[in-house]
Antibody, heavy 119, light 107 residues
Framework: EVQLVESGGGLVKPGGSLRLSCAAS????????MNWVRQAPGKGLEWVSS????????YYADSVKGRFTISRDNAKNSLYLQMNSLRAEDTAVYYC????????????WGQGTMVTVSS | DIQLTQSPSFLSASVGDRVTITCRAS??????LAWYQQKPGKAPKLLIY???TLQSGVPSRFSGSGSGTEFTLTISSLQPEDFATYYC?????????FGGGTKVEIK
């Protein structure tokens, strides 16, 4: 079964750090670009970051640039998001998602992991 | 950045109704548009990619059309399981952006 499973969420104080992981299974992970998308409580979807299959191309939303770092380990079929200098407005469910369809959609999504930034 | 404006933001409809949701892009995005369905507490589910291609396993009552700056998602006959929030997304250029969402509720 094609699957993405996120982990690493939790409660962290403002200014703190957290590292999210996304474990992929059921497909050739190294062949796909991957993304992080977040959703604040009661709000819409916000794209956070993208990484190409070989990590050659990396992009970030302005809201996280300089604070978050996306990476991947193709040998471990894993995607990561290192989040530093966390703010209250980073509170959200974080999803990892696979790019498909010649780059026209995200077809596989994880179940999400909740990050809460609060003192 | 490319802005996506979805309308309406809220829609009340009955089972069997034909429903149309519009997504307008602030600049041309060719056919780099996807539609997703999201139910409470769940991850988004891909319905349509490349503006008009139905994702495998998605019922044929869902259809997408458009290119450039104007796109629509149509549900030909609304079913009880279709009550959810729908989002469009552009993947033409970074930063990828989503529309604000359309919540479809039971009338």
């Amino acid at each position: 079964e094609v699957q993405l499973v996120e982990s690493g969420g939790g409660l962290v104080k403002p200014g703190g750090s957290l590292r999210l992981s996304c474990a992929a299974s059921g497909f050739t992970f190294s062949s796909y670009s991957m993304n992080w998308v977040r959703q604040a409580p009661g709000k819409g979807l916000e794209w956070v970051s993208s990484i190409s299959s070989s990590s050659s191309y990396i992009y970030y939303a302005d809201s996280v640039k300089g604070r978050f770092t996306i990476s991947r380990d193709n040998a471990k079929n894993s995607l990561y998001l290192q989040m530093n200098s966390l703010r209250a407005e980073d509170t959200a469910v974080y999803y990892c998602a696979r790019v498909c369809c010649s780059g026209t959609a995200f077809d596989i999504w994880g179940q999400g992991t909740m990050v809460t930034v609060s003192s | 950045d490319i802005q996506l404006t979805q309308s309406p933001s809220f829609l009340s409809a009955s089972v069997g109704d034909r429903v149309t949701i519009t997504c307008r892009a602030s600049q041309g995005i060719s056919s780099y548009l996807a539609w997703y369905q999201q139910k409470p507490g769940k991850a988004p589910k891909l319905l349509i990619y490349a503006a008009s291609t139905l994702q495998s396993g998605v019922p044929s009552r869902f259809s997408g059309s458009g290119s450039g700056t104007e796109f629509t998602l149509t549900i030909s006959s609304l079913q009880p399981e279709d009550f959810a929030t729908y989002y469009c997304q552009q993947l033409n250029s970074y930063p990828f952006t989503f529309g604000g969402g359309t919540k479809v509720e039971i009338k």
